[in-house]
């Protein structure tokens, strides 16, 4: 049950390509790297003198910065900086290795920001002009207490106080579960209305329809779990013809994906075939998906190997098998042996002594 509401590999993002903008600068003028709408920052950080700063674009959800203006510091440490912010986002200032993040909504017009450098590297300045930074002040003490979880996370999503970019990066900050799609879904529905075209709404739909699709997943596993009705499939035979699983309610059922491809698959046909000789006569049969792309494969598979039953079934998209999805079936052979009353009773049955041994027990 815990793979259930937990996610860590399966939610990878696909990467973004990261400018480069990092050219030096001697002047007190900045390079920065958009043209259109800046934010202008006012600093004197005593103790930066001569150094490089440089302003970063937190891309949050493929957990990576892209460096948007810079300057080198002038000896008295005063220096100035056009941030790019055509949209709203968290960005951090970078002095060496001190960082000092903060949040734009993309209505501020100017923000200073004075102290020491010492005081920069603990986090106790205070940036002038950046309201929003107020807010995720809150959300770092829920944080640092420990007190950030998925009913505390909605609360603020549900707040209107709140900035939607300071929504998002709130809950990247817990671990992804699918209890969490509907705060996932809301926050994406935000982006989309306020943030169309940020590169934040591209990757965090991309993100959630991978949870979305997990979830889905998962649900579709417990409902193979042994004792659970079989879902239910309805696919053309060779002949065109629909063949449903559920027309075979009253039988013991082996349902058997294979493929012609498959040299595992035609080395257990054998198997199969001699059991079905064996018990069709009291009430046992077959139905057979082919994960096929190539009908004419696919049938004379089913002639050398002698597979006599009748349910043959396929949609000829190989492991874009609709019937392969409904199963989540990622190997083949896969079995299911299913009761006369259509309830999954095994899965994964190799061999004749296997299959046997099961069916004896339904019979």
Partial sequence: MKSFFYLFSFLCIAVFVQCDSSKTNNSASNQAKSSGKTIKLDANIQGSGDLKAFVDMNLLVQKKYE??????????????????????????????????????????????????????????????????????????????????????????????????????????????????????????????????????????????????????????????QVGKVAPDLAFNNPDGKEMKLSDLKGKVVLLDFWASWCGPCRRENPSVVKVYDKYKSKGFTVYSVSLDRSQEKWVKAIEKDKLSWNNHVSDLKAWQSEA????????????????????????????????????????
Avoid at 332 to 345: H, N, Q, S, V
């Fill in 67 to 224: 460096s948007v203006s810079n300057i080198t510091i002038p000896s008295n440490g005063k220096f100035s900086l056009d941030i790019p912010a055509n949209e709203p986002g968290f960005y951090r200032l970078r002095i060496g290795a001190v960082k000092y993040s903060f949040a734009l909504t993309g209505k501020e017009k100017n923000l200073s920001l004075k102290g020491t450098l010492e005081e920069m590297k603990a986090g106790s300045l205070k940036m002038e002009g950046a309201p929003e930074n107020e807010n995720v002040a809150k959300i770092q003490e829920l944080l640092e207490n420990r007190k950030l979880n998925i009913n505390s996370v909605g609360e603020i999503i549900n707040n209107n106080d709140y900035a939607v970019v300071t929504k998002l990066w709130t809950l990247l900050q817990i671990t992804p579960m699918t209890t969490a799609l509907p705060l996932y879904k809301k926050v994406e529905n935000q982006l989309r209305n306020e943030m169309p075209n940020s590169t934040y709404t591209k990757a965090f739909a991309q993100r959630t329809g991978l949870l979305e699709a997990e979830l889905k997943r998962q649900a579709s596993l417990q409902s193979l």
């Fill in 324 to 363: 392969a999805k409904i199963y989540n079936v990622r190997s083949i052979p896969a079995t299911f042996m299913l009761d006369r009353e259509g309830k999954i009773a095994a899965t994964n049955l190799r061999g004749a002594h296997q299959i046997e041994a099961e069916l004896k027990k339904l019979l």
